[in-house]
């Protein structure tokens, strides 16, 4: 877009936008003032809205969010993840996540210092106050996330301020930042029951501070003597925070695990056109094709593939029907990984919820034959292929109507992430009780009929992380099992600093093609446009990455800082480290 010489002086020193010239040009202080424009509770509403657009929805043509874990060891997709590759040599000269941060955090600031200009009912305009400091609170944490501290900027600023050569806050004072602009959008923002519907009310606020204590506790707890560590370590008071918000909305009472009495319940919860009935769901996006709002889920999943499909990591995760790790149960055999449809007999239900399996239905088909799934994808090409063997079936819908053009709804907050930020927080703080996971894990796992898990767990000899405790082991498992394909798994890669255990060196691995039952049918493209390792399994980034991800431990956990930024901070910004 177009810049006005103005516009960069304000934006591109430290903080500039790629769309600010718009930003401005909406309320030009030389036309138009706050006071004639904001005078109504609506009119903060209305400005509030171009803020919604930031939450990660299905959008385009793709899986939507079922996608988002294309940039972890969950799914693997065509493009290969560069980050994990670990072979970018220099930091960009611009960014769009920096760039577009900082101007959505500018509009919060310039909302905040004029809303208290318009007149009506106090308790409208104290909810929406709220919720702009909500949003400041997601868009710091996604710098947070991405880059570490930066600099925090809570006021509109013009060419000479001196802020705009502000340093980079310490990741962990930014941290405290945000949590006490969540508590301000909690105690602010109207509990669900009276709040307007599609709108944040005060369980979202709970929900994200939740996370966000949980992101910033364990990267401390993690991180500790790395080159990422904060200046000071915290852990234990975001751990606490992180658990008393979730406990806080648990004993609410406004939300309960939706569960209805079929044995595809799971399946069933991720392809609803309509939310507004179920519980569990916090928050969501509608869509609805007379309104011109749609997206393409019901068509690229599970029909084509994708482009990507589910790691043979993800599915060894999931633990036998016994509640024990399939290394161990007499359940589970090795002979089971030949064929799909014997590899999810005697598994968590939530396996054969996630990926699609011979007679799986696809689509019903009224009046012809209904479809179902026989072989994975293998013959297409791009976006029209699987990856793995392990097809996505989850988010998927039987849907005829929806088979090109969807409009089932994008779940975007739901309670069972906060049940699982609740018992990591506390086991994480080595308080966590038999009677915590009966309120928190074994509720998700008692939706699917699978056993409760106990505060001493069996032992996987096999566990991801061999330097901790069975039971954080297998409170991660269980994150990574309910929330898997919803874009949580790159975040809960980082913050761990999981990098040595599970990335470095690794290639993603899917289906055992050699051996099984689908290899007389794909014999032609075994090793010709579906390649194999020397152990039978499908291994697609065999001749791209011989050696396996090259993540660099001492910089890839973070990404760098826009070296124009850099250039234009005058010193006052550091790069991080490995990217000097």
Not at 289 to 303: E, F, I, M, R, T
Not at 520 to 545: H, K, M, Q, R, W
Request: hydrophobic residues 35%; glycine residues 8%; aromatic residues 12%.
């Amino acid at each position: 877009m177009k810049h006005t010489k103005f516009i960069a002086l304000i934006f591109i020193l430290t903080f500039s936008i790629g769309c600010s010239d718009d930003l401005l040009d909406k309320l030009p202080e030389d036309e138009i003032s706050p006071e004639a424009y904001w005078k109504t509770p609506n009119d903060l509403a209305l400005f509030l809205n171009q803020f919604y657009t930031s939450f990660p929805v299905h959008n385009g043509y793709n899986g939507g969010i079922f996608e988002f874990d294309n940039n972890s060891d969950n799914l693997a997709d065509i493009f290969i993840n560069n980050r994990f590759v670990g072979t970018s040599s220099n930091a960009p000269t611009s960014d769009g996540s920096w760039n577009n941060g900082y101007g959505l955090i500018r509009s919060v600031n310039f909302y905040l210092e004029n809303s208290g200009t318009a007149q009506g009912d106090a308790a409208l305009i104290d909810h929406y106050d709220g919720e702009a400091y909500f949003f400041r609170a997601m868009f710091y944490y996604n710098l947070l996330k991405r880059y570490g501290g930066v600099p925090y900027i809570d006021k509109t600023l013009n060419t000479d301020s001196p802020e705009l050569y502000t340093a980079r806050m310490p990741r962990n004072e930014l941290a405290t930042k945000i949590v006490e602009d969540l508590d301000k959008a909690i105690a602010k923002l109207k509990p669900r029951s009276t709040a307007e519907k599609f709108r944040v009310h005060q369980g979202i606020a709970l929900s994200l501070k939740s996370s966000v204590c949980l992101y910033e506790g364990t990267w401390e707890k993690y991180h500790t003597g790395d080159d990422f560590a904060a200046p000071e370590n915290e852990s234990t008071k975001f751990l606490q925070w992180a658990a008393d918000a979730a406990e806080m909305l648990i004993n609410q009472g406004e939300y309960s695990i939706y569960n209805n009495g079929t044995a595809k319940t799971y399946w069933d919860l991720f392809n609803q056109v309509d939310y507004s009935g179920i519980s569990e769901v916090m928050f969501w996006k509608k869509y609805n094709v007379s309104d011109g709002v749609s997206h393409y889920v019901g068509h690229y999943l599970p029909h084509t593939g994708s482009g990507t499909g589910v790691t043979k990591s993800l599915v060894d995760s999931y633990l036998a029907i016994d509640g024990q790790p399939i290394s161990v149960s007499p359940l589970y055999s090795a002979s089971q990984e030949s064929s799909l449809t014997t590899i999810i007999k005697d598994r968590d239900p939530r396996l054969r919820q996630t990926i699609a399996t011979p007679g799986d239905l696809l689509t019903v088909n009224s009046g012809v034959p209904d479809e179902l799934f026989e072989f994975p994808t293998f013959r297409g090409n791009n976006e029209i292929t699987n990856t793995t063997g392990y097809q996505i079936y989850k988010g998927g819908t039987t849907d005829n109507d929806q088979r090109t053009n969807s409009y089932t709804g994008a779940i975007i907050f739901r309670y069972a992430e906060v049940l699982l930020n609740y018992a990591e927080a506390k086991a994480e703080l080595g308080s966590l009780t038999q009677g915590d996971l009966d309120i928190s894990i074994n509720l998700l796992r008692a939706r699917v009929g699978m056993p409760s898990l106990s505060i001493t767990p069996v032992s996987d000899p096999n566990k991801a992380f061999p330097g901790l405790s069975d039971l954080i082991n297998e409170v991660r498992r269980e994150r990574r099992v309910e929330t898997a394909l919803e874009g949580k798994r790159f975040d809960d890669l980082m913050r761990w600093a999981a990098a040595d255990e599970l990335i470095v060196g690794k290639r993603l691995m899917g289906f055992k093609i050699i051996g099984s039952d689908m290899e007389a049918e794909f014999s032609e493209e075994i090793n010709a446009s579906i390649l194999v390792n020397s152990s039978g399994y499908i291994d697609p980034y065999i001749n791209t990455i011989p050696e396996g991800y090259g993540f660099k431990l001492g910089r890839d956990y973070l990404s760098p800082i826009p070296t124009e930024q850099i250039v234009l901070s005058q010193g006052s910004l550091v790069q991080n480290p490995g990217w000097e």
